[in-house]
């Protein structure tokens, strides 16, 4: 009963989604009955696309709550899949190379954190310079023709992995993917069910009140922005170690800049924004599906513009209804 | 460093009193700016030496590559002309409270709505053609502007998202356009461009320095004049400054709003124009590669005001020129200057640092307000 | 009540910021049980040397000593956080809450204090332990509310809990009765006589006279960072201790001949307007102000009386209603045609309506009609103009600085008020409509605007006032409107009504025998 009170207020916040979502169901289920292959493919690739976006969503999310508006998820992500990269290029180990992402990415949510609580600079124009560092460094220090020790592979779990529809897409999959899924559960139970998660919100909400009972404001933003960080630094990982393989210039293509509109349309929740990457990924994954089989005939830079469009689309029509905590964006100067 | 000691109120030797004052102040911030420069520089000859360059060499080549000759120098200015304008862009918007990202897909759109102005309207006189394309190129940015102004206004979209997010448009939009509709279809091309414009729409360079770059200045002077010696200029600064006491001031912030999105789209769409008519000759996409935050590098850099931008273009502006030399002779990629350029801001923004390390007190000087959230404000 | 042995005594406490010397040796004890008001007017330091006492700010010089243990006897302690605060036993009810308004009771009450089971908060067990502590002070409160929907009083009384639940034995409270009404103001002194015959000593910090003398038993009075000097309420009166305040006589009430009113300059028909998340906060209002008289709006904050100044200056739609200025009918109700047609607006908050602190003070001084000759021609804008202009106000309303070619934020509370007192006045206007106007100010300020409303009335201006400072409402005001939810209760005279009758109006009371005053126009009404 009690376990579910925060499941059951996610749910109740994000009605649109599951409207969509639920409409999502039934096409699923229709599809399957006319082409199970297909559609079994489709819910794969949407999957695999709504990776990168729930992790960015979260970076975004945790620093929000804690008081800290990070547009600077597409320099960290790019800088972790730069660095995964190398780190698998030099080393071959994979599962070392994931975690030197993570460092590289909280090592940017580091510089953030140093920039919005200690420096006190503009956040959006802190998230700018990690962009174009992050750009900067990762163009310089590439040259082309590196090739990666392999990627990693998909885990079946076991006979879980047979169920037909389900099987192929939930329960075979590679381990980051694995992990993106746990963290959404994980991240949303720390967030509203442990005090480090209330104290959180209550530094991104109203930071004198915390600062008034104890609480070190500081502490806890610089925490959260370097954890944040690593969740970028993991679906950089995710990039280039798990689904491409190898390392191009400027590979993230915005994908960071969308992830914070899943974040506001999933209304800073763990849950919410999950529904909101899937939604994303499933239409990435549907217009390629359609144009692969020759149905629509659209030149493919429309099909590009789509996740952009979809972007505007969400931040137009949703964000002036949701609530965003209270104190972002300022930094807190403890008098 | 500067006290305001109380003096009796006398008419003009006050005034000139306090202009000395602010001029003051103007030399301490440009010793920000250049300190922070320097510190950037610094930091990248770092960089340069950890990935086994020279930077001496380097930054040698940089200078010899930007202003080592007339030729050189030509190239320098060219690379800087749509840099004021993009800079212009972000300036302006930020003076109106507004974080223009998007200069870049608004320069693209300017850029191909000129080219094709360019080459498809014949039998004009060369002054018509030039400042049909011209107006044509603005038009086209001011309209792109003119979507995150409205969003933002009507339906509190931050305009950082959908500026970026408009970039990203913008490249699939042109790239399509410039492959399909308005291919150049002469016998041996595949390439995805439009055709050459003629030569009616052609913008001159006099003695190898491009006149596209006196057109940035007087257009740099004219947006000082629009904001500091105007009604409508006032307007555009008190809502940037706070939206709130703007409408108790009687001002329609909702329009004011869109209005300068709109000019700083405009001024985008104009560089991009003056790019295809003074330097490409056509469009053809990649002509401006990176994602275009060299035009808030260089807003920020020039304190976001007009007659900041313009030196600030033309350091960033030298280091894009350079970086070929730098590359042909030191062997270094062209991508540090993005690096240099990242620093830069860095030093900018946090110019906590550099005061500290000139030991300069904080007077708080006119910067920027932002809006820092996503909801309405 | 009262006992032997200190609680608190606080030795030469001094506390500089940059150019300002907040405490200046200030010496200061407190008895257990005792209630111990620290009296000063705004920016005296009272507010400051709590602050320290609580761990928010350092002191420079000086100590704090507490009786940590019980015995009556105080020791030196370091205290340089509210967590070490909190561990000694004390408490603090700030001025502006210090609650999370999405958050419930608990999660309030226990933030920084969790209690959990394993990782998890264990909010059951938190609920039940605030449910007995609120019984066992008398202080009602629901754990499960969520905060931002709670009255502000019952917040108060969170903020309280709150304090108490950390078994604070010594409870700081700052500007407490800034946002009661003097019912809730009366229920705040019968919370703080139980709390005081349970052992708890409190402190409180006020500028208001009349409850300094109702709750006290001690009063130290600050003026300018340092203590004046210590009384009680038997020794001392409101005329006194306003001059310990101030350090010379005060007036307490302006001089203020008899209105004259004459014809209606605006009339307030069925008002309605919504606040931002679209509660009507203003519901059906009508009044009229004639030329040449003082209306005072009376009432707690958080009735109305911001959405309704918004709504009749133009800073917010109307969702009905309608107003005339003059007998003539405003059609756009925007701030600009306000203004040309006559109205002055000084707003309540002077940084986020009143002045662009980035601008000169020039440019201030023209904020609203930069627009007009001579101060731009067209598009042109006119320097010398506005310059000129500057300079004359600046003279003219003694507004202290060296330039006006500074920004507004260079200048002090009081002079920023003058800044737009200034340009207001400095128009031809048939209405000004101030709505706070002497908030967070000093004493000098305050008397010199009060007597500038004045003269603007004798001028045969009509004055519309708001403000939540009773005595401000009583000491101005020819008539006084009353504002309860949003809606105008009664209107009195104040030379008839009494303090505790206004009273009972703020509180949404009925009253039999209030008199309606007013002209022909149809505007009193006795409660629905």
Known sequence: ?335 | MSESPVSPRKKSPLSEFFNIIRNESLLRSLTLQVVAVLLAMLIGAIILLLSGANPIQAYGALLRGSFGSMAVLGRTLEKATPLVFAGLAVAFGFRGGLFNIGAQGQLLLGALTSAVVGFAVTGLPAIIHVTLALLAGALAGALFGAIPGALKTYRGAHEVIVTIMLNYIAINLTDYLADGPFKDVSPGNIVARTPQILDTARIPSVAGLPIGFLLAILVAIFIWWLLWKTTFGFEIRTVGLNPHAARYAGIKVARTVILTMVISGLLAGLGGAVETQGVVGRYQPGFNVGLGFDGITIALLGKTHPFGVLPASLLVGAMKAGSNEMQFTAGVATQITDVIQALILFFVAADVIVRGLLRMRDTGDEGVKLTTGWGKQ | MMEDGLALEVRNITKRFPGVVANNRVNFSLHKGEVHALLGENGAGKSTLMNIVYGLYSQDEGEILLDASGTGEVKPVEIHTPHDAIQYGIGMVHQHFMLVPVFTVTENIILGDEITRGIALDLKTASDNIRQVSQEYGLDVDPDAIVEELPVGIQQRVEIVKALYRNAKILVLDEPTAVLTPQEVEDLFRIIHQLTERGVSIIFITHKLKEVLAIADRITVMRRGEVVGTTTPQETGEQGLAAMMVGREVLLRVEKGPASPGDVVLEVKNLSVADDQGHMTVRDVSFHVRAGEILGIAGVQGNGQTELAEGLTGLRALKSGEIQLNGKVVPAVNPRTLVEEGMAHVPEDRHKHGLVLEHTIADNMVLNTYYQEPFANGLRRNPDAIEENAQRLVKEFDVRTPSDLLAASTLSGGNQQKVIVAREFSRPILLLIANQPTRGLDVGSIEYIHRQIVAKRDKGIGVLLISAELDEITSLSDRIAVMYHGQIVAVVDPETTTREELGLLMAGAQLETAIPVGGAAPDSALLP
């Not at chain 1, 990776?51 to 960290?76: H, K």
């Not at chain 1, 694995?178 to 959404?184: D, H, P, R």
């Open chain 1, 1 to 335: 009963m009690e376990l579910s009170s925060s499941l059951r207020l996610a749910l109740i916040k994000n009605r649109n989604i599951l409207i969509v979502l639920g409409v999502v169901l039934l096409l699923v289920i229709y599809g399957s009955m006319v082409n199970m292959q297909i559609t079994t493919a489709l819910l794969a690739s949407a999957l695999r696309h709504s990776t990168p976006l729930i992790l960015g969503a979260m970076c975004g999310l945790i620093c929000e709550r804690s008081g800290i508006v990070n547009i600077g998820i597409e320099g960290q992500m790019l800088f972790s899949a730069f660095i995964g990269f190398l780190a698998n290029v030099y080393t071959g180990n994979l599962f070392i190379s994931v975690l030197i992402a993570l460092l590289a990415g909280a090592l940017l949510g580091l510089l953030m954190a140093f920039m919005s609580v200690t420096l006190r600079t503009n956040q959006i124009i802190g998230g700018t310079v990690i962009n174009i560092l992050a750009l900067g460094l990762t163009g310089y220090f590439y040259t082309a023709g590196l090739r990666t020790q392999g990627k990693l592979g998909p885990i079946p779990l076991g006979p879980l992995a047979d169920i037909p529809l389900i099987g192929p897409v939930l329960f075979n999959n590679p381990p980051i993917t694995y992990t993106t899924i746990l963290l959404v559960f994980i991240v949303n139970f720390v967030l509203f069910r442990t005090a480090w998660g209330l104290r959180t919100r209550a530094v991104g909400e109203h930071p004198r009140a915390a600062d008034t009972v104890g609480i070190n404001v500081y502490k806890v933003q610089y925490v959260n922005t370097i954890l944040a960080g690593a969740m970028a630094g993991l679906a950089g990982a995710f990039l280039t170690l798990e689904a491409v393989g190898s390392f191009e210039r400027g590979m993230t293509n915005g994908r960071g800049f969308v992830a914070l509109a899943v974040m506001i349309f999933g209304k800073w929740t763990p849950l919410g924004a999950w529904g909101a990457a899937l939604l994303f990924g499933f239409t990435s994954a549907l217009q390629t599906q359609l144009q692969f089989m020759g149905q629509i005939q659209i030149p493919h830079q429309f099909i590009g513009m789509l996740p952009y469009l979809m972007t505007i689309i969400v931040l137009a029509g949703f964000v002036g209804r949701s609530r965003a905590p209270a104190a972002e964006g300022e930094p807190y100067i403890k008098e």
